[in-house]
């Protein structure tokens, strides 16, 4: 079975602060991909990145970042120089490489950036 | 470029009424539909999925039914809603067998009272 662990349900950070999401995650598939997801107030979740299991190398997007760590499977997202607009809950998903359709989420984590 | 769209954006049902809601997908073809819900606590819930006209899967035992009636239209239906069918409920689409990332409509808060 698969499952995502967002431990943490609920961060605030006062503006320009730098702000870790932790995300650990349990499949028994070799193969499989993992995703964030931003979701502001309006309600839509927007897609913001994807790894597979086969590539370990660090992603860096803007002030966004991705450390993702097999030996701890783990995936964490990493805000650099936090903005109120950055306020929003951010889920991490995961996919096993054999299944064409289901993303298993975790249960978010709500950011609070405080001006 | 792909755009998806869900509506009504906003809908308050009494208890044992229908239920309709609509997605559609602009953009591309044959994409993979999924409908999910997101309960109070923010927990997303993949209820159906399709992957192509006519073809449904159901993922959890429910009140509710889909339907895919053309390519890229996928409807979320129920015949009496339940106080519990309330919810925001989410319509997204794929691509590919393996890509995996999903892009997702605005949503439909529904409240059954």
């Known amino acids: 079975a698969q499952k995502v662990t967002q431990a943490q349900t609920e961060i605030s950070v006062v503006e320009k602060e730098d702000v870790t999401l932790d995300c650990v995650y349990e499949?028994?598939?070799?193969?499989?991909?993992l995703f964030w997801y931003k979701q502001p107030p309006s309600g839509e979740l927007v897609f913001l990145i994807r790894r597979n299991s086969f590539d370990e190398q660090n992603e860096i997007s803007g002030r966004y970042s991705w450390n993702f760590q097999k030996s701890t499977s783990s995936f964490n997202f990493t805000i650099t120089a936090s903005q109120v607009v950055d306020s929003a809950v951010y889920f991490c998903a995961l996919k096993s490489g054999g299944s064409n359709y289901k993303l298993t989420f975790g249960k978010g984590t709500l950011l609070t950036v405080n001006p | 470029s792909q755009t998806i769209h869900q509506w009504p954006a906003t809908l308050v049902q009494p208890v044992g009424s229908p239920l309709s809601l609509e997605c559609t997908v602009e953009?591309?073809?044959?994409?993979?539909l999924y409908w999910y819900r997101q309960a109070a606590g923010r927990g997303l819930q993949l209820l159906f999925y399709?992957?192509?006209?006519?073809?449904i899967s159901s993922e959890v035992p429910q009140n509710l039914s889909a339907s895919r009636p053309q390519d890229r239209q996928f409807i979320l239906s129920s015949k009496k809603l339940l106080l519990s069918d309330s919810g925001f409920y989410l319509c997204a689409w794929s691509k590919g067998l393996n890509t995996g990332e999903l892009f997702f409509g605005e949503g439909s808060r529904l409240t059954v009272l």
């Open positions: 953009g591309t073809s044959n994409p993979n």
């Open positions: 499949t028994r598939d070799t193969t499989y991909y």
């Open positions: 399709s992957v192509g006209i006519g073809q």
